[in-house]
């Protein structure tokens, strides 16, 4: 089993990147995010990789954070979602989008990928709502380039955020839409709860 491939990039494809290590060179399929921030660079990389078996193939599919390669690992696992269709999600939604369209069941982000229809996207939520904690977003290193401050003692800023998407929910936003506009606005921090919910919404039309 490769857990990662460590080498120069030797050039990059609609699908794939090759590095060099050691005089060998590795074809790793990679999402369309990963392959335009990497487009004509020669540099060193790091790629956490997973080897996907078939009767007769092996290929190699890789991310440059273990996050990316956790969640393509989710994606498969999901029936029906192969390792293409995996890499085409990942390839129009970052990890942090995806987590959140699948707790807020937004069945058309999901949707929006090469090879991905209504029912796939409806599959994936079923099968990984369990998996993907909301939590998870709202822990202080998810937000730390974002200091909402206080609006009264014992209340932090994601309880501050909390409130915001649950308000822009209830009007209709996906929870993908809230963060989004929130994340958008300048001067956060110094905003009480009611001025940021104002801003939040100008942000959304």
């Known amino acids: ?66 996050d990316e390669l956790d969640t393509f690992k989710l994606l498969i696992g999901v029936n029906g979602i192969g390792p293409k269709a995996a890499l085409s999600i990942l390839s129009v939604l970052s990890v942090r989008d995806l987590s959140l369209a699948v707790l807020s069941q937004d069945t058309k982000a999901i949707s929006k990928a090469n090879g991905v229809g209504a029912k796939g996207a409806s599959r994936i939520i079923m099968e990984l709502k369990d998996k993907m904690k909301m939590d998870d977003w709202f822990e202080d290193g998810n937000y730390s380039d974002m200091d909402l401050g206080t609006d009264s ?39 009480e709860t009611e001025e940021l919910l104002k801003a939040a919404l100008k942000k959304m039309f």
Request: aromatic share 10%.
């Open 1 to 66: 089993m490769i857990g990662y491939i460590k080498g120069t990039i030797e050039g990059t494809f609609q699908d794939s990147v090759l590095i060099e290590n050691q005089g060998m060179g590795y074809k790793i399929f990679t999402s369309g995010k990963v392959l335009d921030e990497l487009a004509g660079t020669h540099r060193q990389v790091k790629f956490f990789t997973y080897l996907h078996v078939r009767e007769d193939e092996l290929s190699l599919f890789g991310f440059p954070t273990t």
């Open 153 to 191: 003692p014992g209340r932090g800023k994601t309880d501050k955020v909390k409130d915001i998407v649950l308000a822009l929910v209830s009007l209709g936003y996906s929870e993908l839409e809230a963060l989004k506009a929130i994340k958008q606005i300048p001067d956060a921090e110094r905003m």
